[in-house]
């Protein structure tokens, strides 16, 4: 039998049966999904080193949003463990890359030689400019 002509999955299966209606009854924690979400968002801003100190605070509200999910996802008829999981992953890696890149930018501004060495590249660069 090929692909095309084996019948759809769930095709004959009543609209009123206990397995239709079982899985309409569960739904996935909102906390899950906003974890997912703010742990994405989170990652990327830390990524751009621009919006560094955005994506350390959504990593945080991910990470609780990840906890919160996990604790919802115990109740009976909600889902959303995975997605909590993967929420609070992506939360925590971005925190981590937040608090690194805070201490490499803390760390080098402090470093006067490596100030100064930056100085003089941007002045030849702005020299060889003009």
Do not use: Y
């Not at 999955?9 to 997912?36: I, N, Q």
């Not at 955005?54 to 995975?82: F, S, Y």
């Not at 993967?86 to 930018?105: C, E, F, Q, R, T």
């Amino acid at each position: 039998m090929t692909a095309a002509s084996q019948p759809a999955r769930g095709a004959g299966v009543p609209a009123d049966s206990r397995a239709h209606r079982a899985s309409t009854g569960v739904k996935t924690s909102a906390a899950a999904t906003f974890a997912l979400v703010f742990g994405v968002a989170g990652l990327f801003s830390v990524l751009t080193a621009i919006l560094a100190w955005v994506g350390l605070v959504l990593g945080i509200i991910g990470i609780v949003l990840g906890i919160v999910g996990l604790k919802m996802a115990r109740r009976p008829g909600v889902t959303g463990r995975g997605v909590s999981i993967g929420g609070l992953v992506l939360s925590i890696l971005a925190v981590l890359i937040g608090l690194g890149l805070a201490a490499g930018i803390t760390t080098f501004v402090n470093n006067k030689g490596a100030v100064d060495r930056l100085q003089n590249q941007v002045d030849d660069l702005r020299d060889k400019l003009d």
